[in-house]
């Protein structure tokens, strides 16, 4: 069975000084249906750009130059301006950092997921209200019926984010793109918000793309990770191998440079130096000026995919030379 | 407890209530009750974590320590004087040696200035260094101090990344030779990579320098690796303050126990774990009657929502929680 979103050689550019710098280089994976991937990274590792390159929304005057989004066998780059729009409203919901991005701070909150569903479906208002009614309970706001007429302003942090889950449920669709969905939240809240978030995606099967910068999240949420740096993917494998035996220098790096790992009075293991700029960046492997295992291949060609074992690909030369020559696969 | 004379800062019973002022006659009719009967102290060279959610008061106590707010009671002890009793220029004598570092260096750094003379602003208003040449060779090893190659000077703060500036903005409050640094939120923004340089650093100046710390911060994995004594504050009110390791390892208030469960754990053996309390923080201009945390604390009992506990002595450190009430105990 074909995978629910195939990802194929992404490339996303802005126009810059020397020519158009690439913010998402060369990024291929599958999303399968009911199965959530997250895709992690620092800043300005272009995790965001993929998820607006599959959108289409990237911000002007960026653009997708090259690859395939396949949704479901269709090729999403090549739609129409309203097919597009139709994708993104019912086949693919998306839910921010920020609820306030998109909810209206003047409508009722209930008249908003309302009109959300009234958008793509063709429901009458009182049916459209019982839904909403009903997805405000499945998102556990406490007393749905008197929320319905609040304003966001009126709800905490929490409730505005669990308005805007219903929202993005309203339609039924196939996919969600989380971005950073709990970063805006307190620790206490956000633990509720990952809970439910795991409910609704068990009971209703929607596959997530959620895209974070914390792997305590990506722990509590993925089935598979895809870590980014510069642009590029570097390492693709299942939850727990990743958070146990990481294999990309820059992985393991990340998560023993977390407070969580360290022992208390000693320094914390760092990366050295910093994410290079995209016009910085080196011909081989993005990683090359910060790695502590680099060797002469690294800063001239980039890495080619090795698959180290089932469900798992690596890019990097150290892994490359260290796996046994026919490679597994 | 440790001697007054032993401590840099000492806190007590701090009080800042912000009012809220409604109609024409803009009346107060309430008040945003953000920080409480807040008492702590800091040794030299140590380090106090001041950890709590949003609407906790924490960065309200920072700013009411550096008088940037009025506190309406309370003291705020620096190096043996009450800083909220000094006139404005024993206040500003007293504040070169007390300085505070935000979370986002964007903000607090001049763009249109070169950073040198970001770094050099505070040694012209306090007269260190006799001349030009002697200020830009301390400019030069401060940055250098903050691992910062000192040729960079002459560059505005848009040519630097997100890291390099919160050590610009440490190399800045370095300048003016202070005793206390106050870091609000001064990693929250940092990627993890990033943090980790700046956590590393921060501990790296504390020990050559012999500076103390008040680290405020939402994220309590940070505090375990930097602090040594940790206040946990929830809704105005410390809760529990003790050493960091006791802190974590037997939390003694329910609310601390919150917040360390609610962590996300990156160990895969620790998924799926139920959220440890529900609801949302109140809010700070109506908290609820009694203990503040009852609303949401899975252990409340009747007595809780009636009346406000106070701070308990408990083995390392006090817990504001009637179940660390000391039990009548044997021998």
């Not at chain 1, 069975?1 to 550019?13: F, G, H, K, N, P």
């Not at chain 1, 598979?224 to 494998?237: D, F, Q, T, W």
């Not at chain 2, 903050?146 to 002459?154: A, E």
């Given at each position: 069975?074909?995978?629910?979103?195939?990802?194929?050689?992404?490339?996303?550019?802005f126009p810059g000084e020397g020519g158009p710098t690439p913010v998402v280089d060369g990024v291929s994976f599958d999303l399968d249906r009911g199965e959530v991937l997250a895709l992690v990274g620092e800043s300005g590792s272009g995790k965001s750009m993929t998820a607006f390159?599959?959108?289409r929304l990237v911000p002007k005057p960026g653009r997708v130059v090259a690859g395939s989004v396949r949704l479901g066998g269709e090729d999403l780059l090549g739609l129409s301006v309203t097919a597009m729009r139709r994708v993104r409203g019912r086949r693919i919901s998306m839910i921010f950092q920020e609820p306030m991005t998109c909810l209206n701070p003047v409508v009722r909150v209930g008249e908003q997921v309302v009109e959300a569903i009234r958008l793509h479906e063709d429901v009458s208002r009182a049916d459209a209200r019982d839904r909403t009614r009903a997805l405000f309970a499945e998102v556990g706001i406490p007393d749905p019926e008197a929320r319905l007429d609040a304003y966001p302003h009126q709800l905490s942090g929490g409730l505005k984010q669990r308005v805007m889950i219903a929202m993005a449920l309203s339609t039924r669709p196939e996919m969600l793109i989380a971005d950073e969905p709990t970063t805006a939240l307190d620790v206490t809240v956000q633990a509720q918000i990952l809970t439910l978030l795991r409910e609704l995606q068990q009971s209703r099967g929607t596959a997530i793309l959620l895209i974070t910068h914390d792997l305590g999240i990506v722990n509590e949420?993925?089935?598979?990770?895809?870590?980014?740096?510069?642009?590029?993917?570097?390492?693709?494998?299942?939850?727990?191998?990743l958070l146990t035996e990481p294999l990309h220098p820059y992985t393991q790096g990340l998560l023993r440079s977390m407070p969580a790992r360290g022992r208390p009075g000693e320094p914390l293991p760092e990366i050295p130096g910093v994410v290079p700029r995209a016009s910085e960046w080196p011909r081989g492997c993005?990683?090359?000026?910060?790695?502590?295992v680099r060797f002469e291949p690294c800063a001239e060609t980039y890495p080619a995919e090795s698959h180290p074992a089932a469900g798992r690909r690596v890019f990097c030369h150290d892994v490359e030379r260290r796996l046994p020559s026919e490679g597994a696969r | 407890m440790s001697d007054a004379n032993e401590s840099i800062l000492r806190v007590e019973g701090l009080r800042t209530w912000y009012p809220i002022r409604r109609g024409l006659l803009r009346r107060v009719v309430g008040h945003v009750q953000a920080a409480t009967d807040v008492s702590f102290e800091i040794a030299p060279g140590r380090t106090l974590a001041l950890v709590g959610e949003s609407g906790c008061g924490k960065s309200t106590v920072g700013r009411s320590i550096l008088c940037l707010e009025n506190p309406q009671e309370g003291r705020v002890e620096f190096e043996g004087r009450d800083l909220l009793s000094l006139d404005a220029t024993s206040l500003r004598a007293a504040r070169q040696r007390l300085q505070i570092v935000f979370q986002d260096p964007m903000a607090s750094l001049d763009p249109r200035m070169r950073i040198r003379d970001q770094i050099a602003e505070g040694m012209h208003s306090f007269g260190i260094g006799a001349d030009e040449a002697e200020r830009t060779a301390r400019v030069a090893e401060l940055l250098e101090r903050?691992?910062?190659?000192?040729?960079?000077?002459?560059r505005y703060p848009h040519e630097f990344s997100g890291g390099q500036r919160q050590r610009?903005?440490?190399?800045r409050a370095l300048a003016v030779e202070p005793r206390l640094i106050v870091c609000d939120e001064s990693v929250s923004a940092l990627d993890v990579s990033i943090q980790a340089q700046i956590l590393n650093l921060l501990r790296r100046l504390q020990e050559e320098l012999g500076l103390s710390y008040l680290f405020i911060t939402h994220d309590l994995s940070v505090v375990r690796y930097l602090a040594h004594e940790v206040?946990?504050?929830?809704?105005g009110r410390i809760v529990e303050r003790g050493p960091t390791e006791r802190l974590f390892a037997h939390p003694a208030h329910p609310y601390t126990r919150a917040l360390l469960a609610a962590i996300p754990s990156i160990d895969p053996a620790r998924r799926g774990e139920a959220p440890p309390v529900l609801g949302d923080v109140p809010s700070p201009s109506r908290p609820p009657p009694g203990c503040h945390f009852h609303t949401r604390c899975p252990v409340a009992m009747e007595r809780c929502r009636r009346e406000a506990p106070p701070m308990f002595a408990i083995e390392g450190g006090e817990s504001r929680c009637f179940l660390s009430e000391a039990p009548g105990r044997a021998d």
């Open positions: 069975m074909s995978a629910l979103l195939e990802v194929r050689d992404l490339r996303t550019v390159s599959i959108l949420l993925a089935d598979r990770v895809a870590v980014m740096y510069a642009g590029r993917l570097v390492e693709i494998a299942p939850r727990v191998p993005r990683f090359s000026t910060r790695c502590p | 903050v691992q910062l190659d000192p040729r960079t000077m002459d610009i903005c440490i190399a206040a946990v504050m929830y809704l």
